[in-house]
Protein backbone atom coordinates (compact mmCIF):
# COMPACT_ATOMS: atom_id res chain seq x y z
CA UNK A 1 0.00 0.00 0.00
CA UNK A 2 2.75 2.24 0.09
CA UNK A 3 3.65 3.05 -3.06
CA UNK A 4 0.27 4.66 -3.48
CA UNK A 5 1.16 7.21 -0.95
CA UNK A 6 2.13 10.91 -2.01
CA UNK A 7 5.00 12.34 -0.26
CA UNK A 8 6.26 15.76 0.75
CA UNK A 9 10.07 15.60 0.10
CA UNK A 10 11.47 17.19 -2.85
CA UNK A 11 12.64 14.56 -5.52
CA UNK A 12 15.86 16.39 -6.25
CA UNK A 13 16.57 18.01 -2.83
CA UNK A 14 14.90 15.01 0.00
CA UNK A 15 15.31 17.55 2.85
CA UNK A 16 12.79 20.19 1.13
CA UNK A 17 9.20 19.82 1.18
CA UNK A 18 7.23 20.15 -2.30
CA UNK A 19 5.86 23.46 -3.21
CA UNK A 20 2.49 23.73 -5.19
CA UNK A 21 1.81 26.68 -7.27
CA UNK A 22 -1.43 28.48 -6.68
CA UNK A 23 -3.17 27.75 -9.77
CA UNK A 24 -2.13 24.21 -9.52
CA UNK A 25 -4.19 24.28 -5.91
CA UNK A 26 -6.82 26.10 -7.14
CA UNK A 27 -7.26 23.44 -9.91
CA UNK A 28 -6.83 20.62 -7.68
CA UNK A 29 -9.86 21.54 -5.56
CA UNK A 30 -11.94 23.09 -7.69
CA UNK A 31 -11.43 19.63 -9.47
CA UNK A 32 -12.25 18.00 -6.44
CA UNK A 33 -15.88 19.81 -6.43
CA UNK A 34 -16.82 19.42 -9.63
CA UNK A 35 -15.93 15.44 -10.18
CA UNK A 36 -18.08 15.25 -6.52
CA UNK A 37 -21.09 17.15 -8.18
CA UNK A 38 -21.11 14.79 -11.33
CA UNK A 39 -20.60 11.74 -9.35
CA UNK A 40 -23.40 12.95 -6.77
CA UNK A 41 -25.80 13.79 -9.72
CA UNK A 42 -25.21 10.18 -11.06
CA UNK A 43 -26.54 8.75 -7.80
CA UNK A 44 -29.55 10.74 -7.48
CA UNK A 45 -30.22 9.72 -10.68
CA UNK A 46 -29.59 5.87 -10.24
CA UNK A 47 -31.06 5.86 -6.46
CA UNK A 48 -33.79 8.74 -5.43
CA UNK A 49 -34.83 9.19 -9.22
CA UNK A 50 -35.35 5.87 -10.68
CA UNK A 51 -37.60 5.21 -13.08
CA UNK A 52 -38.51 1.82 -12.20
CA UNK A 53 -39.08 2.93 -8.52
CA UNK A 54 -39.80 6.77 -8.64
CA UNK A 55 -42.65 6.61 -11.17
CA UNK A 56 -44.68 3.74 -9.33
CA UNK A 57 -43.86 6.29 -6.05
CA UNK A 58 -45.27 9.30 -7.64
CA UNK A 59 -48.63 7.88 -9.17
CA UNK A 60 -49.68 6.52 -5.77
CA UNK A 61 -48.75 9.76 -4.25
CA UNK A 62 -50.78 11.74 -6.68
CA UNK A 63 -53.35 9.20 -6.48
CA UNK A 64 -53.51 9.67 -2.51
CA UNK A 65 -54.16 13.20 -2.92
CA UNK A 66 -57.36 12.17 -5.29
CA UNK A 67 -55.53 12.89 -8.72
CA UNK A 68 -56.23 10.19 -11.73
CA UNK A 69 -52.63 9.43 -13.18
CA UNK A 70 -52.01 7.07 -15.58
CA UNK A 71 -48.88 4.83 -15.96
CA UNK A 72 -47.37 7.08 -18.69
CA UNK A 73 -48.07 9.95 -17.09
CA UNK A 74 -46.07 9.02 -13.98
CA UNK A 75 -43.28 7.80 -16.18
CA UNK A 76 -43.18 11.30 -17.88
CA UNK A 77 -42.96 13.00 -14.33
CA UNK A 78 -40.52 10.83 -13.64
CA UNK A 79 -38.03 10.99 -16.79
CA UNK A 80 -38.41 14.71 -16.35
CA UNK A 81 -37.37 15.02 -13.00
CA UNK A 82 -34.67 12.91 -13.89
CA UNK A 83 -33.66 14.91 -17.07
CA UNK A 84 -33.39 17.83 -14.81
CA UNK A 85 -30.72 16.36 -12.83
CA UNK A 86 -29.10 15.16 -15.94
CA UNK A 87 -28.81 18.84 -17.08
CA UNK A 88 -26.98 19.47 -13.88
CA UNK A 89 -25.00 17.02 -14.67
CA UNK A 90 -24.03 18.63 -18.04
CA UNK A 91 -23.31 21.46 -16.21
CA UNK A 92 -20.50 19.86 -14.35
CA UNK A 93 -19.65 17.76 -17.48
CA UNK A 94 -18.59 21.34 -19.18
CA UNK A 95 -16.92 22.78 -16.13
CA UNK A 96 -14.93 19.48 -15.73
CA UNK A 97 -13.73 20.07 -19.60
CA UNK A 98 -12.80 23.76 -19.02
CA UNK A 99 -11.17 22.71 -15.69
CA UNK A 100 -9.56 20.51 -17.99
CA UNK A 101 -8.23 22.79 -20.50
CA UNK A 102 -6.64 24.85 -17.94
CA UNK A 103 -4.44 22.01 -16.50
CA UNK A 104 -3.30 20.77 -19.67
CA UNK A 105 -2.59 24.77 -20.19
CA UNK A 106 -0.81 25.49 -16.91
CA UNK A 107 1.66 22.96 -17.34
CA UNK A 108 3.68 25.11 -19.93
CA UNK A 109 3.48 27.49 -17.52
CA UNK A 110 4.44 25.47 -14.46
CA UNK A 111 8.15 25.74 -13.24
CA UNK A 112 10.70 22.91 -14.18
CA UNK A 113 10.16 21.24 -10.80
CA UNK A 114 6.22 20.84 -10.59
CA UNK A 115 5.76 19.91 -14.29
CA UNK A 116 4.30 16.66 -13.96
CA UNK A 117 6.36 15.15 -16.86
CA UNK A 118 9.11 16.35 -16.31
CA UNK A 119 8.94 15.23 -12.75
CA UNK A 120 8.16 11.60 -14.44
CA UNK A 121 11.07 11.97 -16.77
CA UNK A 122 13.38 12.93 -13.78
CA UNK A 123 12.35 10.32 -11.24
CA UNK A 124 12.63 7.75 -14.10
CA UNK A 125 16.22 9.36 -15.38
CA UNK A 126 17.27 9.19 -11.20
CA UNK A 127 16.11 6.00 -10.58
CA UNK A 128 17.49 4.04 -13.92
CA UNK A 129 20.97 6.08 -13.34
CA UNK A 130 21.80 6.57 -9.72
CA UNK A 131 21.36 4.27 -6.36
CA UNK A 132 20.61 8.19 -4.92
CA UNK A 133 17.64 8.59 -3.66
CA UNK A 134 16.10 5.21 -5.84
CA UNK A 135 13.81 4.12 -3.62
CA UNK A 136 11.95 8.09 -3.53
CA UNK A 137 12.85 8.23 -7.08
CA UNK A 138 10.88 5.14 -8.13
CA UNK A 139 8.17 6.01 -5.33
CA UNK A 140 7.33 9.68 -7.03
CA UNK A 141 8.01 8.01 -10.71
CA UNK A 142 4.97 5.53 -9.53
CA UNK A 143 2.38 8.32 -8.25
CA UNK A 144 3.26 10.53 -10.78
CA UNK A 145 2.34 8.09 -13.50
CA UNK A 146 -1.00 7.24 -11.30
CA UNK A 147 -1.86 10.71 -11.75
CA UNK A 148 -0.99 10.87 -15.70
CA UNK A 149 -3.33 8.16 -15.96
CA UNK A 150 -5.94 10.01 -14.34
CA UNK A 151 -5.86 13.14 -16.44
CA UNK A 152 -6.16 10.73 -19.36
CA UNK A 153 -9.34 9.38 -18.11
CA UNK A 154 -10.63 13.08 -17.41
CA UNK A 155 -9.62 13.89 -21.19
CA UNK A 156 -11.66 10.42 -22.25
CA UNK A 157 -14.44 11.28 -19.91
CA UNK A 158 -14.96 14.85 -20.91
CA UNK A 159 -14.54 14.18 -24.59
CA UNK A 160 -17.21 11.39 -24.47
CA UNK A 161 -19.36 13.69 -22.56
CA UNK A 162 -19.05 16.67 -24.73
CA UNK A 163 -20.12 13.91 -27.44
CA UNK A 164 -23.18 13.13 -25.39
CA UNK A 165 -24.27 16.77 -24.78
CA UNK A 166 -23.83 18.06 -28.22
CA UNK A 167 -24.79 14.81 -30.20
CA UNK A 168 -27.07 16.79 -32.71
CA UNK A 169 -24.12 18.11 -33.85
CA UNK A 170 -22.78 15.16 -34.75
CA UNK A 171 -25.53 13.46 -36.54
CA UNK A 172 -23.22 11.25 -38.77
CA UNK A 173 -21.81 9.32 -35.68
CA UNK A 174 -25.27 9.29 -34.07
CA UNK A 175 -24.58 4.79 -34.51
CA UNK A 176 -21.63 5.04 -31.91
CA UNK A 177 -23.79 7.07 -29.00
CA UNK A 178 -24.34 3.90 -27.51
CA UNK A 179 -21.07 2.59 -27.56
CA UNK A 180 -19.48 6.44 -26.36
CA UNK A 181 -21.98 6.21 -23.23
CA UNK A 182 -20.66 2.91 -22.76
CA UNK A 183 -17.19 4.17 -22.38
CA UNK A 184 -18.62 6.76 -20.40
CA UNK A 185 -19.58 4.84 -18.06
CA UNK A 186 -17.04 2.85 -17.68
CA UNK A 187 -14.44 5.80 -17.41
CA UNK A 188 -16.64 6.89 -14.61
CA UNK A 189 -16.05 3.95 -12.41
CA UNK A 190 -12.08 4.18 -13.31
CA UNK A 191 -11.95 7.81 -11.58
CA UNK A 192 -13.83 6.41 -9.26
CA UNK A 193 -11.54 3.79 -8.00
CA UNK A 194 -8.12 6.62 -8.90
CA UNK A 195 -10.33 8.82 -6.32
CA UNK A 196 -10.47 5.77 -3.66
CA UNK A 197 -6.80 4.95 -3.80
CA UNK A 198 -6.00 8.31 -3.76
CA UNK A 199 -7.63 9.25 -0.49
CA UNK A 200 -6.42 6.01 1.06
CA UNK A 201 -2.92 7.22 0.20
CA UNK A 202 -2.86 10.27 1.49
CA UNK A 203 -4.57 9.52 4.54
CA UNK A 204 -1.75 6.66 4.71
CA UNK A 205 0.66 9.60 3.84
CA UNK A 206 -0.72 11.87 6.78
CA UNK A 207 -0.17 9.20 9.26
CA UNK A 208 3.47 8.02 8.32
CA UNK A 209 6.48 10.22 7.11
CA UNK A 210 4.38 13.25 4.81
CA UNK A 211 2.05 14.39 7.86
CA UNK A 212 0.76 17.62 6.78
CA UNK A 213 0.28 16.87 3.09
CA UNK A 214 -3.42 17.88 2.88
CA UNK A 215 -2.75 21.03 4.23
CA UNK A 216 0.36 21.44 1.88
CA UNK A 217 -2.22 21.16 -0.62
CA UNK A 218 -3.97 24.13 0.48
CA UNK A 219 -0.95 26.50 2.07
CA UNK A 220 1.27 25.70 -0.81
CA UNK A 221 3.55 23.24 1.11
CA UNK A 222 7.95 24.61 1.29
CA UNK A 223 7.68 25.63 4.72
Known amino acids: MAIIEPVKKNLEHPQQIKR ?73 GYALAALLLFRIILEFFQVADQKLMG ?19 RHEMVVKTLYAIFYLLLVI ?25 EVHGFTMYLIIGFIVIHILGVLLAERKDSKGIISDMINGGGE
Open 157 to 181: MATTGLFLAFEDFFAPYKSIRHSVK
Open 20 to 92: YSFSLRLWHWLNAIVITGSLLTVLINSTLLDRKTNAPFIKETLQKSGAVVTDDQANSVSHDLGDQVWAIHTYF
Open 119 to 137: IIKHAYHQYNTTKKNRELA
